[in-house]
């Protein structure tokens, strides 16, 4: 006996799918905290013992200064030669004791450079000088750090939230592939300098006064994203084959 037997084939769906890559920069508007300024006392003598005197009255002075953090101190001593009818003199040492120091208050900035001068002019010595350079507001490091997590969070919560809105508007199944946030992160210097001259000038008899106005900054950091788009092809409906066969 022979029957028809209906065969339903369902053909395959063929899936493909493609990438999409693109850029985006985030950004946040931060006041710097760190007033900073780099400092440096030269002392020169006739021989190395005088010298080391006085270098050691400024270092316990620093060792004494509170409410300022003294970073980056750096010290040399080298000798002195001035040239004469063709030859090298010698004529003793200069040492240079090199620091960055800082504070998130300009007053404690102000009061500790008057101070410093005015150890200066206890000492009545015309081979003491004291230089001061790049008075600036920066953003430390700790606030730093705060608002480069800050904008790692936004970027997640903006890509996560982007995805879900790529998907419903054009009806296709899209996924994260990559987030890559740039990490040499694109911020300023941050620095808002006000004066890089000589203070062995200024008369430490007044109170000093100095501080640049300290204004807004932006820190900014650059993302990379990649998409997958999921689209579904289906080339053949389904068919229905009849075949034959003999019981």
């Not at 970073?71 to 240079?96: R, V």
């Not at 208050?105 to 230089?131: P, Q, R, T």
């Not at 950091?221 to 080339?235: A, G, L």
Request: charged share 25%; aromatic share 10%.
């Amino acid at each position: 006996m022979k029957k028809l037997l209906a065969v339903a084939i369902l053909l395959p769906i063929l899936s493909f799918s493609y990438e999409i890559n693109f850029n985006k920069s985030f950004s946040k508007v931060v006041n710097p905290d760190l007033l900073t300024t780099n400092i440096n006392i030269s002392v020169e003598k006739k021989d190395e013992k005088s010298v080391n005197i006085e270098v050691e009255k400024f270092n316990n002075f620093l060792k004494n200064t509170k409410n300022i953090t003294i970073k980056n101190t750096n010290y040399n001593l080298t000798p002195k030669y001035d040239y004469e009818n063709n030859k090298s003199i010698f004529k003793g040492f200069i040492a240079n004791t090199r620091f960055l120091a800082e504070s998130k208050e300009a007053n404690e900035i102000n009061h500790f450079l008057s101070d410093l001068m005015a150890l200066k002019d206890s000492l009545k010595s015309d081979d003491i000088k004291i230089n001061i350079s790049n008075l600036s507001w920066e953003i430390g490091e700790n606030l730093q750090n705060k608002n480069i997590d800050e904008l790692r969070v936004e970027v997640l919560l903006w890509i996560g939230n982007y995805t879900k809105e790529l998907s419903n508007k054009i009806g296709k199944k899209c996924e994260i592939k990559n987030v890559n946030i740039n990490e040499n992160f694109d911020y300023p210097t941050f620095k808002n300098r006000v004066m890089s001259s000589s203070l062995d000038m200024v008369n430490s008899s007044e109170s000093i006064n100095i501080s640049p106005i300290n204004t807004e900054e932006i820190i900014k950091i650059n993302t990379n994203f990649i998409f997958t788009i999921h689209r579904k092809f289906s080339f053949c409906s389904k068919e229905s084959i009849c075949c034959r066969y003999q019981r």
